[in-house]
């Protein structure tokens, strides 16, 4: 009997599936096709157990549905332009381009000895021309479409890297890298018009019906659709021009409770004063070093300056309310005005509080009297609640009701007009950045800014640049900028911002029907491959990475390169848990927290330690993390174990949705299981032609009821539950004593349910069972629904409450001939020793309890 080796099996099936050209995938008219999608990985150097897991569940199912006779499109590519290649040329020397393609190739050649179901021919990274040309030709489409604009907008502004940094880039009000304190900064910037489409894009989430709903509730979140008033207060004393300031409010039954008018810093009027107000121009300067999100103003402490400017409240002339500039107000959410109901928002209770402005209640609880306020009382806007100056009088209802009889009084009196606003705000792709794709306009005195010529992209980036100062290289380059005008041909200079690499991502699913085209899509082939039919990835891309994809996915339509059904690009979204392992640390003599890889560690029943003996402390089960060295490396565990056993461990230890946290112990059990399924094949084949048994019917129905299990668990994602079936089948075949011929077509039916999980093995022991071709193209077996049901049932004999043994009988036997049956079962034979039960309690279709 052979022994089970990884090593050898493994390569040698790599190369069958090659040289047969298994996973290439063909436009075939007259199959149903299938695209299953994992979101592609940045390419940071090497693979991880993460990176193993997420493209073993797309692999699952890419080999399920081609053993199902679709034809099935499974690419790969790399998100390849961004940040940390520019950085790590900034650190240590080099190119981001020698950084990125070195580090591909690394990653390709550790992820090839996975066997996953790639079609590698349709490979590309972002950061090839050919990729980015197209990505320059699609936005010069979007600009004649009116979908791309550039104007003045406050940014991130990292003064030492010189860069504008992206919300997600700003870490407790510095830059990631640099550490510099964030500055705002008015910035000219591109933007795509995403806006235009937010009721769309909102709509549209109630008809994806295959994704999680927590990422269509985030989706719906962010876009954040409101109705509110929206209505002007005459201002006093305010510059001229500046008469009457505009505001939207969400909570206009709050109006009689304001105590105070705000804008933002970067209101036109906070502008406006600025210029002649040094106290004022300082107060904005302070305001401007926070950084944009909402994260980074929630968090700041709340600060406003007084304008000196009053405005007259709109329901009553006399009541004149301070106007301040308030450091936590946006310009670009509403009008970047707003006024301040102390009583019913914290925010506006914490800033009324500070500067000694009045506090009125509106509502107090249903019941309740009105009494004065240690905060404000912030009621969901369903829950009913009395007002005790409401538009209506005083009556009890809830904030919901309140909203719209407000909008209602105002609109009657001519005050303000019901309005719906969107959350979702227009998306800046400009990036002061060298490692992007270049947006391809040109600046030209005469004829201002104009798109290049689609015959002169892709607009390439230029290789000799210099990393030795902070700030884009492009701006310093000698020659690239350079250019003539595509309008009038006289001298211009090209734009020297690149995209933001959300762009890149949001629209490589579309490049992967056709990645070798000579446009951005070929209609035919999206037509055929799109929608994406199962996309994967985690849940940290729910909003932004999904919602620009379904963005770019309707202007790709609108410019002529999609089909109208691709516009949501993603029919099915499953979103996977991370890998987690533990974290082992000791301590220098100074304190400081050493990190050890687990490797490095030996554990043992007591605990662990170094190899040296030193004592380690066990921390906690989290993300496998670089900085925390509680990475496992795939590339050792494919030595160690061989691919079959990592893929078959992350995709059994848990619900592919949850975390799963590696163990060298699971791994090692994973492997155990492989081998004893190797070794069951082995000795069925030893087995003699004329072997008879007599469990063929019993096994004929476990192989059946294993076909339409695991087939099911696999089309619902239940991947550990469809690898419990296939233990417990595995076991079931192990016992069993049936003839030879039905063992071998168990063992054989058994490979192939595993074959998505485990090809190689399942390869390996389709062949030695005389297997014709490849499993890889083998159709998947089909369940016989006459052997999934079943006339007798087993019945489980406990004696005195502990199982004994166990039956099988017609599931209509009486009661009588089943106690019959048990009272002649040797074990309970032998338990009663010659004397009789003092009960036998037989629980029909379930259990029988003998007691002695």
């Keep these: 009997m052979s022994r089970y080796d990884p090593a050898q099996i493994e390569p040698k099936w790599q190369k069958a599936w090659e040289e047969a050209g298994c996973f290439t995938a063909r436009r075939d008219p007259d199959k149903p096709k299938y695209y299953v999608l994992e979101m592609f990985p940045y390419p940071s150097g090497r693979i991880h157990i993460g990176h193993v897991r997420n493209y073993t569940m797309g692999d699952v199912v890419a080999r399920y549905k081609a053993a199902c006779g679709y034809s099935v499109l499974h690419p790969m590519g790399w998100d390849a332009f961004g940040m940390p290649a520019e950085n790590a040329a900034m650190e240590r020397g080099g190119h981001p381009k020698d950084w990125t393609y070195g580090n591909i190739a690394v990653m390709r050649d550790q992820m090839k000895p996975l066997g996953l179901s790639i079609d590698w021919s349709r490979e590309f990274a972002t950061c090839d021309p050919e990729y980015y040309g197209h990505q320059q030709a699609m936005f ?30 700003v870490i407790d009000g510095k830059g990631w890298r640099s550490g510099a304190p964030v500055e705002r900064r008015e910035l000219t910037q591109w933007f795509f018009r995403i806006s235009d489409f937010a009721g769309e894009l909102l709509e549209a989430l109630d008809g994806l019906k295959k994704w999680p709903e927590k990422v269509r509730l985030m989706q719906a979140n962010w876009i954040g659709k409101s109705r509110g008033l929206q209505f002007a207060f005459s201002t006093i004393g305010a510059p001229e021009g500046f008469d009457r300031l505009e505001v939207y409010t969400t909570r206009p039954d709050t109006l009689l409770g304001a105590s105070f008018a705000a804008i933002s810093p970067d209101h036109p009027l906070a502008r406006q004063l600025e210029r002649d107000d040094p106290k004022v121009a300082e107060f904005v300067a302070e305001c401007r070093r926070i950084g944009t999100s909402e994260e980074a103003l929630e968090k700041a402490e709340k600060k406003g300056l007084d304008t000196g400017i009053r405005v007259r409240h709109p329901l009553d002339e006399s009541w004149e309310l301070p106007v301040y500039i308030a450091n936590f107000i946006l310009m670009d959410y509403g ?27 509106v509502f107090v609880p249903e019941g309740a009297e009105e009494t004065p306020l240690a905060e404000a009382f912030v009621p969901p806007k369903t829950e009913r609640v009395r007002y005790v100056r409401g538009f209506a ?190 974290t082992y640390s000791t301590r220098s003599p100074e304190g400081r927290i050493i990190w050890h890889s687990p490797d490095e560690v030996i554990r043992t029943a007591e605990g662990a330690t170094l190899r040296d003996g030193t004592p380690v402390e066990i921390g906690p089960v989290i993300k496998m993390s670089k900085s925390k060295k509680n990475v496992v490396d795939p590339m050792d565990i494919i030595e160690r174990y061989g691919a079959d056993t990592a893929r078959w461990f992350v995709m059994s230890d848990s619900p ?52 339409h299990d695991v087939t099911q668990m696999i089309e619902s994602f239940a991947f550990n539950k469809a690898i419990a079936k296939l233990y417990e089948f595995a076991n079931t075949l192990g016992r069993s004593d049936a003839s030879k011929a039905v063992q071998r077509e168990a063992v054989m039916v058994l490979a192939q349910l595993m074959s998505p999980m485990t090809p190689h093995l399942a390869e390996e022991i389709w062949a030695r069972q005389g297997g014709k071709g490849l499993v890889a193209q083998a159709p998947w077996p089909k369940a016989d629904p006459a052997l999934l049901t079943d006339d007798t049932i087993v019945l489980p004999i406990q004696v005195n409450g502990r199982r004994r043994t166990e039956i099988r009988v017609p599931k209509d036997l009486p009661k009588e001939e089943i106690e019959k049956l048990v009272l002649a079962e040797d074990s309970i034979v032998r338990a009663l020793n010659g004397g009789a039960p003092k009960k036998l309690i037989v629980v029909p279709g379930r259990i029988v309890n003998v007691v002695i």
């Design 140 to 169: 010069i489409d979007m600009m004649e479409k009116g979908l791309v604009y550039r104007k003045n907008a406050v940014v991130n502004w990292d003064p030492v890297d010189m860069t504008v940094l992206a919300n997600e880039q």
């Design 335 to 361: 009008t970047g005005a707003i006024f301040g109901c102390p009583a019913h928002d914290q925010r506006d209770f914490d800033f009324a509080t500070k500067y000694g402005l009045p506090i009125t209640p």
């Design 656 to 707: 592919p949705d949850r975390d799963v946290e590696w163990t060298a112990a699971g791994a090692e059990a994973a492997q155990r299981h492989l081998t004893r399924v190797w070794t069951l094949s082995e000795r069925i084949a030893s087995l003699p032609e004329d072997h008879s048994g007599t469990g063929d019917d019993d096994l004929r129905r476990a192989m059946h009821r294993a076909i």
């Design 393 to 582: 009088g005083s009556e009890v209802q809830t904030g919901d009701e309140a909203v719209d009889a407000a909008i209602a009084f105002c609109e009657e009196r001519g005050v303000g007009r019901g309005v719906t606003k969107y959350r979702l705000r227009d998306w800046g792709i400009s990036r002061q950045r060298y490692w992007g794709c270049p947006i391809p306009v040109v600046h030209c005195d005469k004829c201002g800014t104009v798109p290049e010529r689609k015959e002169n992209l892709p607009i390439e980036l230029p290789y000799d640049v210099s990393f030795d100062q902070p700030g884009n290289p492009l701006d310093r380059h000698p020659t690239w900028r350079n250019c003539a005008c595509p309008k009038c041909g006289g001298p211009a200079l090209r734009e020297t911002d690149t995209m933001d690499t959300f762009v890149d991502s949001s629209w490589y699913y579309a490049r992967f029907t056709a990645p070798h085209a000579k446009t951005p899509t070929d209609l035919a082939e999206a037509e055929y491959w799109m929608n994406v039919d199962q996309y994967i990835g985690g849940i940290e891309h729910a909003i932004l990475h999904l919602l620009y994809s379904r963005f770019f996915a309707r202007a790709m339509h609108l410019c002529g390169h999609l089909p109208a059904k691709a516009i949501e690009p993603f029919e099915a979204l499953f979103t996977q848990g991370m890998v987690t392992h533990e």
